[in-house]
């Protein structure tokens, strides 16, 4: 039960090694953009990765050249998916969502935290968490699209030109 098969040992481990430095070589040659967690497309593929590298190191019906076909499968596709993404507005669109509004000069949009099914405690506590103790002390809380919350003081909102992406309800932008 501790052991099964001593032979299995050695296996995980030369291919741990190996995998380990495709992974990196991969990764490295992909760039930074590959492993990064901006929105839900992100962590699916990084979740992916993860998966897939734990299939090679634990699965011996899956050669090493099998996973390591699909590491850099993986890594391809994402890369070409942000390359094409940053040049291609609707597949941008197909991939990312948009950012959202879900507190507006102190006021909670309540149509806006029910589609994105966010209450009003979370938001409280997002502004908690940034020392603040009073919705009216806010000007803005945004629905981010990595799921994370960006709370911004009256003090802080400037111009507010760093909100002219962020949706407002389902047509309207925030902002200036």
Not at 115 to 124: A, G, L, P, S, Y
């Given at each position: 039960m501790l052991l099964d098969n001593p032979q299995e040992l050695w296996r995980v481990t030369a291919v741990g090694v190996l995998t380990y430095v495709l992974l990196v070589g991969v990764l490295r040659a992909s760039g930074k953009r590959t492993l990064a967690k901006l929105n839900?497309?992100?962590l699916v593929v990084t979740v992916a990765l993860g998966s897939t590298l734990a299939t090679i190191l634990l699965s011996g019906d899956v050669s090493f050249a099998e996973g390591a076909a699909a590491l850099v499968l993986l890594v391809a596709l994402q890369f070409a998916a942000t390359w094409l993404s940053v040049r291609w507005a609707p597949l941008r669109s197909?991939?990312?969502s948009t950012p959202t509004l879900l507190l507006h000069d102190g006021e909670l949009l309540t149509a806006a935290m029910r589609?994105?099914?966010?209450?009003?405690?979370?938001?409280?506590q997002a502004v908690r968490a940034q020392g603040v103790g009073d919705l009216a002390q806010v000007a803005a809380v945004v629905l981010e699209t990595?799921?994370?919350f960006s709370v911004i003081t009256r003090q802080q909102m400037g111009d507010g030109t760093a909100l002219e992406d962020v949706t407002r309800g389902t047509t309207r932008r925030a902002g200036r």
């Open positions: 839900a497309f992100d197909a991939l990312k589609r994105q099914r966010v209450t009003d405690n979370e938001i409280r990595d799921g994370s």
